[in-house]
């Protein structure tokens, strides 16, 4: 019994990532028919890294692979219903920006709107969260908890996709990640693991035109990512796949992390919290001058060091896994304070030196 069910769990992986591969190839023409075109610009709000216009809908070929996949391999449920029609909400607000761009309070409205449907008519709701061994009961905030958490996971993942296959593999590595922890807990057959490895096989489909050089982007849409996130922590929840809001959570620990630099960053600033720029940690990063392929590939290992720490608390040593979090987090202070990701960190001029240099001998 065993054995078949990692077989459907491969196919499952297999199946969505080659029709994602296929279906990615024709959304590039799409978006190069309806003008979906991510075109190079000069100024500060630009936050992508390329020279040449760029076709984007990438995430419309993760959720037709992923679409794909449930019609083989998924099963009817209200909860299903609610995750597909707050997709396709999603899915569409990302479109319409990725043609013409949309105000950010209309797709903030969207993801609202979405969220609001998983939780009222999908049923999916954040009752309590444990966080070492501590637990909080939200009561009669449930429903609004969850809606922001849900709102929350999409804009990490929105800010995340900055590089080419930086979003993409982040998210890949999460899916990774709780397909093993589910696999070890023994919930092959559950929702959150069917729509874990069919989201695995959809991005990584896509992720084979993404990542460096990329031929197309996920634009607006990788906001489908973060929601598919959002959903899967929430069903996680219900059982015992994922033991706490920690866990989850700290499988994308630098990107959580890069959002709120980002959010205190721009409220430093006088800045609106969704105005893109480029101080996040890959933007650090490329000004060290790592090549583009290698930013990406130190943002995917420190992923993967949060995500093997969590599996590590999960099935093996809470206690010592704690530690190392906190390792991994000191650093990430550390390159904080190094960097200009909350405050600009200008060297002092070279008459500055020289002044303060004749202070000291005098």
Request: charged share 15%; aromatic share 12%.
């Amino acid at each position: 019994m065993l054995d078949s069910d990692i077989m459907l769990s491969l196919k499952m992986v297999i199946v969505t990532f080659i029709f994602g591969i296929c279906v990615t190839q024709v959304m590039k023409k799409v978006a190069h028919h309806i003008g979906a075109i991510d075109i190079p610009r000069s100024d500060e709000g630009n936050r992508h890294i390329h020279k040449r216009p760029i076709p984007k809908l990438g995430g419309v070929a993760i959720f037709l692979a992923f679409l794909f996949g449930y019609m083989l391999y998924g099963q009817h449920s209200i909860k299903m219903n609610a995750i597909l029609i707050s997709s396709f909400i999603i899915i569409l607000t990302g479109m319409v920006d990725d043609i013409n761009d949309l105000r950010a309070s209309r797709q903030l409205l969207a993801q609202i709107i979405a969220a609001v449907i998983i939780v009222f008519y999908g049923k999916i709701t954040l009752d309590d969260i444990t966080v070492f061994d501590l637990t909080i009961h939200f009561g009669m905030f449930k429903s609004l908890v969850t809606i922001f958490f849900i709102v929350a996971c999409i804009n990490i993942i929105n800010f995340t996709d900055g590089l080419d296959g930086l979003s993409g593999g982040v998210t890949s590595i999460f899916y990774i990640t709780t397909a093993i922890i589910c696999f070890y807990q023994g919930r092959l057959g559950s929702l959150e693991m069917t729509l874990t490895l069919l989201m695995l096989g959809s991005t990584m489909g896509f992720l084979v035109h993404n990542f460096y050089p990329a031929k197309i982007f996920a634009g607006q849409c990788s906001m489908f990512m973060g929601f598919m996130i959002s959903i899967i922590c929430l069903l996680g929840f219900k059982g015992t796949a994922l033991t706490s809001l920690f866990i989850p959570l700290a499988i994308l620990g630098l990107p959580i992390l890069d959002t709120l630099f980002a959010i205190i960053r721009r409220s430093l600033k006088g800045e609106p919290i969704f105005k893109a720029d480029k101080f996040h940690i890959h933007h650090q990063l490329l000004g060290m001058n790592f090549s583009h392929p290698v930013t990406v590939l130190i943002i995917y290992f420190i992923n993967i060091l949060f995500a093997l720490t969590s599996i590590f608390y999960v099935l093996k040593d809470a206690k010592a896994a704690t530690v190392i979090y906190a390792i991994l987090l000191v650093i990430v202070v550390w390159f904080v304070c190094y960097t200009n990701i909350i405050t600009d960190k200008k060297p002092p001029h070279l008459s500055e030196i020289k002044e303060k240099v004749l202070k000291k001998k005098k």
